[in-house]
């Protein structure tokens, strides 16, 4: 079944492959395990192949995208023998060469969470050192979020191509795809006039950035040379979470998924039980979703400092905290606050919520310094958080539980949620 020009993959590997893959090379291949990123892997005379718009235990014939030292990416363009898993996508565009936003539309939905919590504890026993016999007993798994898997987006930004067009990217490319709607964007996103053939055409924008907010708020920004200007609805939106209402520039971070805040909420409060009176530090603090829920479990008695390094965010944290008078919001960067003093022990509890790079071993240091009793950890990378955890076990401190949301349907992303504590007899 082999197509011309295409190889079998080798049922075990030589010692070192007779010639590599070349790029558009089209190979005949059985997928392996899930992998990061949306891929699945797979082998070919011994050379390692990344495939998407794969699962595991298939057959199928993949198109080679990318050639890189030591192994190549590639797409799945015809499958042979489907697994029991494998669905029609729902939006016509999440295909080889199309739109590269969704990274797992063929997959069944139980499936899906079944892949992340694969790559979660893989990340987690290569980089991180568990084992799965410590994964197996902290029951890691990941949670599928109410509201099913499409019609989820609260906001997307598209880029603009040069024939004016609004559209998506492809799949690590800068080349724009032109959609009629995105399927997994708000309801009130898709019915904007922003996407061809019916919309807008954005001379001069680079990207088009639309919010729907749970507030009911719905905007519309183009940016021009890095600079947003409204074009329809609120230059603030409200946002509702954690019994709060919220409000804050259309483009400041906010969850992309309408029940995320809440969830996220929710879960750092329930691990990490803060009590009246104690000191709780929230890093890379954001907008203050978890320095709110904090303040109001530690009490007047307490303390809770926010560290923030964007502009919008310290704004909007101190906008919207200002009736916490226990909250103080500080404007540095983590690693800036923590090296210079600008926050100081003694510190009971510990929120760290770093970009998808990691909070990194010079702030997990930092932190294990400063002798918190417990520090809830929440990531949407499991690589970076596998990494900081490693850091963290290296100190003789443990992740004692583990929460998993599937707060990106029909993307490879995942959002977590860990406890780390120190030392027993500490």
Known sequence: ?????????????????????????????????????????????????????????ERVIAEVTEVHRGFVR???????????DRVEPPC?????????????????????LAWKTAVVREQLVRLGGLTDVELDRLGVRVEALPGGLLGWRSRVRYAVDAADRAGLLKHRSHEVVPIDRCRIAHPAIQQLPVLTPTGTSWPAAEAVETVASTGGDVTVTEVRDGVPTPV????????????????????????????????????????????????????YGGAGLFAAGLAARVGAAGRVTLVEAAAQGVAAARENLADLPTVEVVSARVET???????????????????RSGAGAPVVRALVAAGPRAVAYVACDPAAFARDVRT??????RLAALRGFDMFPMTQHVEQVGLLLPPLGR
């Open 1 to 57: 079944m082999t197509e011309p020009g295409a190889r079998r993959a080798a049922t075990s590997a030589p010692s070192a492959p007779e010639r590599g893959l070349a790029e558009a090379e089209r190979v005949e291949l059985t997928v392996d395990a899930v992998a990061p990123g949306g891929h699945c892997v797979a082998r070919v005379d011994g050379q390692v192949v990344f495939v998407r718009h794969a699962l595991p235990g």
């Open 337 to 355: 606050a923590l090296a210079r003093r600008r926050i100081t022990g003694p510190v009971d509890v510990v929120v760290l919520d770093p970009p």
């Open 74 to 84: 590639a797409d799945a363009v015809t499958v042979l023998e489907p697994s029991p």
């Open 392 to 397: 963290f076990t290296d100190l003789g401190w």
């Open 92 to 112: 016509p565009y999440a295909k080889p060469g199309a739109c590269g936003g969704c990274d797992l539309q063929h997959v069944a939905p139980e499936a899906q």
């Open 232 to 283: 329809s609805g609120p230059t603030e939106v409200r946002e509702v979470a954690a019994a709060r209402d919220w409000t804050l520039p259309a483009s400041a971070f906010w969850q992309v998924h309408p029940a995320a805040a809440d969830t996220l909420s929710t879960a750092v409060l329930e691990l990490l039980d803060p009590q009246p009176g104690e000191i709780a530090w929230d890093l």
